[in-house]
């Protein structure tokens, strides 16, 4: 024993005297890599990939919608069906009474407070539900509920992403010019619907000789509650090499209203809406008077 604890003692001794081996640094382009890693795995392989998406349905108060598999898949895909009404029949079904949601299954409800953050429901054999808030009309929240299907073939199928190759010309420090007041923005939506948006401010800065005054996005008229800004814009590729309907690029905060804002162009993403039919995704109407030749290239079939 004694010799155990001395070897213990001397192994405590070298950990504490031995140097901190520093984490290597990544070049942008190295993050970047990374980055599209990361936005691969979110459409293919990750427990909840986008993909994995059997199907999804969007309730107002008082909405119910039925899940069951449908007859005769192979492998098993699930569907949900709208009623008016609580099937009694139903073997699972959510309804939504603004605003929690009651989910029926096996004859036994159970109520669910909601919130923007999922709520998951495991149903055996790689099936899981799950619910969330969601913007339905602008300002006004509805019921998302969504089935995923660790067995979907489109997210085992899937073949990646393509994106323009990483151009640093694209990573822009711009000026951030707060506008003189937070306003809700509609946005038209993939659905044919209209969400909601907060106009925080705008980044200025030249590309290709061109100036630039592009609007940036939040979450929130409240600026302690600004966290991050995103921009919904079309280009000069727009409808030919990238999406029609525009992409989508994030900018980090520290604070806000910041001095100066980093656009990265070359993680501009497509919307989710540009290769699953289960999202709800704002229609870009900025334009950005040049071709970003960087991010996300247009979805095969678009």
Known sequence: MRNVMLGFAA???LAIAA???AKPHLSA???????????NAAWSSEKYALLKIDDAVYLKPGETAVLAPEADAKPAHYKFTLEQAPAGGAS?????????????????????????????????????????????????????????????????????????????????????EPAEKIESVTFQTSRGWYKSFYRAGYAVFQLDGKDVRLPLYGDSD?????KDLSSFFLDDLSGKETYGVGRYVNVELKRFPPARVTIDFNRAYNPNCAR?????????????????????????GH
């Open 222 to 226: 409240d600026p302690k509650k600004i």
């Open 29 to 39: 382009a190295q993050e970047w890599e990374k980055w599209r890693k990361e936005e």
């Open 276 to 300: 699953s039919p289960h999202y709800n995704c704002p229609v870009a109407t900025d334009t950005i008077p040049v071709a970003i030749r960087a991010g996300e290239k247009k979805p095969p």
């Open 19 to 21: 140097p901190v081996m």
């Open 92 to 176: 699972f079904s959510v309804e939504y009474r603004e605003p929690n949601a009651i989910v029926t299954r096996h004859g036994k409800s159970k109520t669910y407070k909601l919130s923007e953050k999922t709520t998951h429901i495991p149903m055996g054999r790689g099936i899981e539900f799950g619910m969330q808030l969601a913007q339905v009309t602008p300002g006004k929240f509805g019921l998302r509920a969504f089935v995923y299907n660790q067995n979907n073939p489109l997210a085992k199928n899937f073949a990646g992403l393509d994106h323009f190759p990483f151009d640093p010309k694209f990573v822009i420090d711009a000026k951030f």
């Open 11 to 13: 192994a405590v001794a």
